[in-house]
């Protein structure tokens, strides 16, 4: 009897003494790669730190868009590049750490708050990085980028401005090449069965709209859906065309809530009624935000227009998708959404991209500007955003990249804008702005289409003013407004038509409270705090 | 001291957990000091300023905050409507005599615990979505109107609640049928002999046999009232519906992870914790005046 007591007990404590010791290993790597940076011990003497690797550390929006038996976004040719061409020769290891795409500000304030962010970080939300400025999470880059990025203060010049923040320069705005925001396209060869004319007003388009619900064109058995991904950030062309625009002056632009501006309610009104008419996607607040959602309606030949970013069904790749599965499919880029006296206002970008940013605990500030420089160089920017010269792009006479029409070209860059993060959009020269937007055209068979699609999409656009104080209210409640505007706008878009008033100002109201009043107050104040001193 | 020598391993074996509890879930409890001081990330919980109830008075000036602990007391009362659908299932399950049927009942009724609730939500826009789900496109089929499982607040809950059921009443299961063995089974021979028929069975020997055991599931459940798990809504939930949906943990992610005000979302956990613990032990008091036994 006592025996195998005595066996147990021994396979107990065993366990238990690899447990412990998995424990201890574990810790033991942990310490390792945070302070990866350091001597190991184990050398001894001095010199021991110059031979020892860096490893900077880059974050990576993960989009989940590999395509099926490609190699991983962290281990591509792309990273491959970088590595052997930036970071062989410096003795650095350029790690990349994925964030997905949805999540960028979430993750990043965990990674932050957590002191484990890369040495590298970036993110399109201006509150978060105030908040980081607020706090002093933040390397002052100045200095750094006077000494060791020439090529970058030279591509970046009109951006960097946009990243001063309490007179320092805490982040390096990526340069945005082409402003334009969103762009309508809508299915031309639907249009020309039914001999109807490519829309030029706001009616023509509800006409045609109408028209693909009664005579379904693309004959897809009653689940066409004219007009599809709804959602408030690109529903603004259409809502800022029935803006009364000779209200509303650069403060108000800048401080007044998109819902209290005077006429943005017929807007609404408008897409309330198009809604109930059938006219938009019936299911349209159950996407998530960039969900593919609205990809796959246009590549099964469901969707009949759409306003998407400027030029996403060429650079997301869905509208060659489009082409292969039904090769008569044609795409147009239209700017139907018009005010009374015949503008077509619509959002653009400020000249930035994502705000690029060094925590202050990193250590690597000086490699990661080094590492930017590098990026800034051109020749390195043609390969991060082209590819291989023969492979996957050929050079025009003219002097800019042509992107080739083949699988490796695909599968090369589908998502190339991720590493190059200086950058917003195909970039060939700080002094030719013609071979930037014709770089842009990149995909030969789409050119055409890319540069209707880039001219509608700046066509009477405005930008809001720069203002470069920070909204203290703004920061707290930008993430909350932010969503409840979601919210709303659901709402209001599938409210009973007879009601639609008293829920809008309703919802509205209950945005006020919640700290729209409070961001308002403020952004009136240092608006004028700004442009008067 | 003499079970001490004696029993040592057992008590070797307990250091283990303990740390883990220590670790886990005692030394963070320190955190809560973030919800009294103006939180700064960068400096660290000890530096950063402290400044007494100011959050607690701005939580509670916030109407969303109202809004999100009214619908998570709601939906855990919703929930807490289905507390006996576990324990009809696995009475229903003890009846069974065919052994094969059971067995591959229960694994049926287990299966959905394991499906993570990202892809519940996921299956739940396929299926139930107004128009192109395909719940509703058959009820279409057969002439119906669509119904706005997902849409409309009222259905919404019952959608929810409906999946809480879905994918917990299996795997609930398992703790009755565990308390079903212990019943001693003179009793059920006893009563064949009086004559008792299955459900007269049931009544009068299975459910005091068990009944120890709901009432401490049910007190366990009723200190919880105040906590929800945020997978479950957040992965339910969308934009049409969030008058009700958005409860206490999808407020926190909200406000702490996405704005990255930790102090108020530190507030709102302690304060969603201390409710949630006079209700335990207000639970706890009743079951002890009414039953004589409660779980401490």
């Known amino acids: 009897m006592r025996k195998p007591f005595r066996t147990l007990t021994l396979a107990f404590l065993a366990i238990v003494l690899m447990m412990v010791m998995v424990l201890a290993g574990c810790s033991g790597s942990n310490q390792g790669s945070s302070t990866g940076t350091e001597p190991k011990q184990q050398g001894g003497g001095d010199d021991s730190s110059k031979g020892e690797r860096i490893t900077l550390t880059v974050e990576l929006f993960d989009r989940n868009n590999t395509p099926a038996g490609e190699p991983p976004i962290t281990d591509n040719f792309m990273t491959q590049y970088i590595q052997e061409n930036f970071g062989d020769p410096n003795n650095i290891e350029v790690k990349f750490v994925t964030v997905p795409r949805a999540e960028e500000v979430d993750k990043l304030n965990v990674l932050m708050a957590s002191n484990s962010a890369p040495d590298i970080i970036f993110t399109y939300n201006k509150p978060t990085v105030e908040n980081y400025v607020k706090n002093g999470g933040l390397t002052d880059l100045g200095p750094l980028i006077e000494e060791h990025g020439p090529n970058l203060k030279k591509v970046l010049e009109p951006a960097l401005p946009y990243g001063v923040f309490e007179g320092k320069q805490y982040a390096i705005p990526a340069l945005r090449v082409l402003q334009a925001q969103t762009t309508t396209f809508i299915r031309k060869d639907w249009l020309d069965k039914l001999n109807l004319p490519l829309p030029e007003t706001t009616e023509q388009f509800v006409e045609a709209l109408r028209a693909f619900k009664e005579h379904d064109p693309g004959n897809t058995g009653g689940k066409v859906i004219p007009y599809s991904h709804i959602n408030l950030f690109h529903m603004m062309p259409l809502v800022n065309s029935f803006w009364e625009w000779d209200k509303i002056d650069d403060k108000a632009l800048y401080a007044v809530p998109r819902w209290l501006q005077p006429g943005s309610k017929e807007g609404f009104r408008l897409l309330n009624s198009m809604y109930h008419e059938g006219l938009i996607d019936p299911d349209f607040a159950m996407a998530d935000d960039f969900s593919q959602q609205f990809a796959q309606q246009v590549v099964t030949g469901i969707a009949g227009a759409g306003t998407t970013n400027t030029n996403e069904p060429v650079y997301n790749g869905y509208y060659a998708n489009l082409r292969a599965n039904n090769p008569d499919a044609v795409l147009e880029a239209i700017d139907p959404f018009t005010t009374p006296d015949g503008k077509r206002p619509k959002p653009m970008y400020e000249p930035i991209g994502a705000y690029i940013m060094v925590p202050a605990f990193s250590e690597n500030a000086e490699i990661a500007v080094k590492y930017l420089d590098w990026m800034a160089r051109p020749e390195n920017i043609l390969v991060l955003q082209n590819g291989i010269e023969g492979v996957s792009y050929t050079m025009s006479e003219e002097g800019y990249p042509v992107l080739l029409d083949t699988p490796e070209a695909h599968t090369l860059l589908y998502n190339y804008y991720d590493y190059c993060i200086i950058l917003n959009g195909k970039f060939v020269s700080p002094d030719d702005p013609y071979k930037n937007i014709a770089a842009n055209a990149f995909d030969l068979e789409f050119k055409d289409f890319t540069i209707n699609s880039i001219e509608a999409g700046n066509n009477d656009g405005y930008v809001i003013p720069r203002v470069d104080i920070p909204v203290e209210a703004e920061i707290k409640y930008a993430k909350m407004l932010e969503d409840f505007e979601k919210e709303m706008f659901a709402k209001i878009v599938t409210a009973p038509p007879q009601q639609f008033d008293q829920v809008y100002d309703q919802l509205v109201d209950e945005y006020m409270a919640m700290g729209g009043q409070a961001v308002m107050e403020e952004k009136m104040q240092a608006y004028d705090e700004f442009y008067n001193q | 001291m003499n079970s001490l020598r004696r029993q040592w391993p057992l008590y070797v074996l307990m250091i283990l957990p303990m740390t883990f509890f220590i670790i886990f879930k005692y030394i963070p409890m320190a955190g809560v000091m973030v919800a009294f001081k103006d939180y700064n990330m960068f400096q660290g919980i000890w530096a950063s300023e402290w400044v007494g109830l100011d959050v607690f008075r701005e939580v509670f000036s916030m109407p969303q905050f109202y809004r999100a ?90 959608t929810y609640t409906g999946a809480g059921v879905w994918h917990y009443a299996g795997w609930g299961t398992i703790l009755y049928l565990a308390a079903l063995t212990t019943i001693n089974k003179e009793l059920y021979e006893a009563a064949d002999v009086d004559g008792a028929s299955r459900l007269r069975k049931i009544w009068h020997v299975t459910l005091p046999g068990i009944k120890p055991t709901i009432i401490v599931l049910f007190i366990l459940q009723i200190g919880r009232m105040a906590e929800i798990s945020f997978e479950q809504p957040y992965a339910l939930r969308n934009e049409l519906v969030m008058d009700v949906a958005q409860v206490i943990s999808t407020y926190v992610y909200t406000v702490g992870i996405q704005s990255a005000q930790f102090s108020i979302a530190t507030a709102v956990g302690l304060f969603q914790s201390v409710v949630g613990l006079i209700l335990l032990l207000t639970a706890e008091f009743l079951s002890r005046k009414i039953n004589n036994q409660g779980i401490f």
Do not use: C, D
Request: charged residues 10%; glycine residues 6%.
């Open chain 2, 69 to 158: 602990l009214r619908n998570t007391l709601m939906l855990n009362f919703f929930s807490l409507l289905t507390f006996p659908i576990p324990i009809i299932l696995a009475i229903l399950l003890n009846e069974l005599r065919i052994h094969w049927y059971k067995r591959v009942s229960q694994t049926l009724l287990y299966l959905p615990h394991f499906i993570s609730w990202v892809i519940v939500g996921g299956m739940a826009i396929r299926l139930l979505a107004t128009h192109t789900g395909s719940v509703n496109q058959f009820i279409k089929n057969l002439g119906g109107n669509p119904i706005p499982f997902l849409e409309n607040e009222f259905l919404w809950i019952l």
